[in-house]
């Protein structure tokens, strides 16, 4: 998953569709596991525990993608377009995940 760092340590922000399993689980538990691993989800590093919350407040989603575009640039708005194009961007869910102490290899 992409991810961007928040305004406070620990935080990171990220997005998903709406309807994937790990939105579906965080609306039930808020506890989480955060490893680093490679694009193809292969584990590279120890899991941190955190917190992860869906976020709703039009506000805060703002500055999620705020912050998903300063670290991605164009590769975050080329993905907006051609998801804006085919009309998923209307069916993301923006998550936050907030994780005690030094995150490792995030």
């Not at 941190?48 to 039009?58: C, F, W």
Request: charged content about 20%.
């Amino acid at each position: 998953m992409w991810f961007a760092a928040g305004s406070t340590p620990g935080q990171y922000y990220m997005f998903s569709a709406a309807n994937a399993g790990k939105v579906k689980r965080l609306r039930n538990f808020s506890e989480i596991q955060v490893a680093p691993c490679t694009a193809s989800g292969t584990i590279t590093g120890d899991a941190t525990p955190g917190l992860g919350r869906l976020i709703e407040d039009a506000n805060e989603r703002g500055d999620a993608y705020q912050a998903l575009r300063a670290k991605y640039g164009w590769q975050m708005t080329l993905l907006d377009f051609f998801s804006w194009l085919s009309g998923r961007i209307h069916h993301r869910q923006v998550i936050c995940v907030e994780i005690e102490g030094s995150p490792g290899d995030l």
